[in-house]
């Protein structure tokens, strides 16, 4: 099946700095998701994006899906953007089974 | 909108004991699905359903059932508990068009600790 990895696995940083988090897939995807896990449990959904480029406030998020992969960057973080970023996506031979990365831990330091 | 409910929140087991754990939802989404959530690790797949009727096994399906009798619900029942179940299930829901989901909306989730 389609293998996902996200890095880097674990990243502090202090309030007010900007960091990239990426996702690279082994294979051509018709779906691609980015979720934040927060320190309660809940998943939420960040992005729907299988190509090309979206930003939502201080988040953005790019797929370049011809090169597989896919990055998050998070500017201006806040220590409420603390928690664990997923990557998932859905292979072009995967029918419609979506496949998680093993995340990227972020905390935010005051 | 209630968006993707599940109960219970918190359920222990003793080994070899079954249980159904419940997810709804209220979006009138075509597709659901269970993921198990491990320590330090990602979600994988359970069981899925892209419609009322319709379900197929993900990446970790043995030990678990599911049916879709109706759009808004979507079940898991264990048949026989194992420690190795012991694990947080989220379930999840989209739109589904054609072969493609849309974005994904996750239950709370519900922790199960087997004994």
Known sequence: GIQVEQ???????????NSTLRCNFSDSVNNLQWFHQNPWGQLINLFYIPSGTKQNGRLSATTVATERYSLLYISSSQTTDSGVYFCAVIGETSGSRLTFGEGTQLTVNP | NAGVT???????????????????????????????QDPGMG???IHYSV??????????PNGYNVSRSTTEDFP????????????V?????????????????????????VL
């Open chain 2, 43 to 45: 979600l994988r797949l």
């Open chain 1, 7 to 17: 890095s880097p696995p674990d990243l502090i940083l202090q309030e007010g700095a």
């Open chain 2, 51 to 60: 419609g009322a009727g319709i379900t197929d096994q993900g990446e970790v």
């Open chain 2, 89 to 113: 299930y989220f379930c999840a829901s989209s739109r589904f068009l054609g072969p493609l989901q849309e974005t994904q909306y996750f239950g709370p989730g519900t922790r199960l600790l």
């Open chain 2, 76 to 87: 898991l029942r264990l048949l026989s508990a194992a420690p190795s179940q012991t694990s």
């Open chain 2, 6 to 36: 599940q109960t219970p929140k918190f359920q222990v087991l003793k080994t070899g004991q079954s249980m159904t754990l419940q997810c709804a939802q209220d979006m009138n989404h075509e597709y659901m699905s269970w993921y198990r």
